[in-house]
């Protein structure tokens, strides 16, 4: 039986994390701004897509704003405080993810009956009115969606929904950060991460019940 692949820590959401921090501590104040991708790619060693998602994230827990021409605002140093203590509070949650993941990786034999357990943890999750917004959902596509055979680029899934897709689950296998040419196909489970209202508005934009 194949290995299941693991959703780990991405390098975007690391630089969430970082940003936050930064703007927490003063190092990047109130109403300042950070003048385009490059800017903060070269800083943190990463691309400017992983910079994009990163950016994303933060504007939807309105710590900063995007504009078009202008680049990144800082809106609020409580925000970022506000956020920084909410994902210490979750270490202890993430750990015993990982735990119970590294046992299913680690005991074979134990397989299926643990990767029960994890799909019931997901389910579960997607009902939870959470205030952090990096813990994944997930959603499956039906048979009849109007999406399968759609690329992510023309789905406009953010646009939408503001949600940020992480993961497309396919055969037991995690396509981690896909591209936009990523085709939707049938029964495919969709991981993506954003509050709590964006799981309403995926549901809806998939019709799902």
Do not use: C
């Amino acid at each position: 039986m194949p290995n299941r692949k693991i959703i780990k820590t991405s390098k975007f959401q690391k630089i969430v994390v970082e940003v936050a921090k930064k703007i927490a501590v003063g190092d990047y104040p109130v109403g300042s701004s950070i003048k385009g991708r490059s800017t903060l790619a070269a800083t943190f060693g990463v691309s400017s897509e992983t910079i994009r998602r990163a950016m994303n994230i933060l504007a939807d827990l309105h710590i900063v704003s995007l504009k078009q021409g202008v680049g990144v605002i800082i809106l609020s140093k409580e925000k970022a405080i506000e956020f920084l203590d909410d994902f210490e509070s979750t270490n202890d949650i993430e750990t015993q993810k990982s735990r119970i993941l590294g046992h299913i990786k680690n005991q074979e034999e134990q397989l299926k009956t643990l990767a029960g357990l994890v799909s019931v943890y997901l389910e579960q999750t997607k009902l939870v009115n959470k205030k952090y917004p990096l813990d994944p959902y997930g959603i499956r596509l039906s048979e009849d969606s109007e999406f399968i055979g759609m690329q992510l680029l023309d789905a406009q899934v953010w646009h939408k929904t503001g949600a940020t897709v992480v993961a497309i689950e396919r055969n037991n296998e995690l396509l981690l950060s896909p591209s936009p040419y990523q085709t939707f196909q049938k029964e495919d489970i969709i991981y993506f991460i954003g509050e709590e209202p964006s799981y309403s508005r995926m549901k809806k934009i998939f019709n799902l019940k």
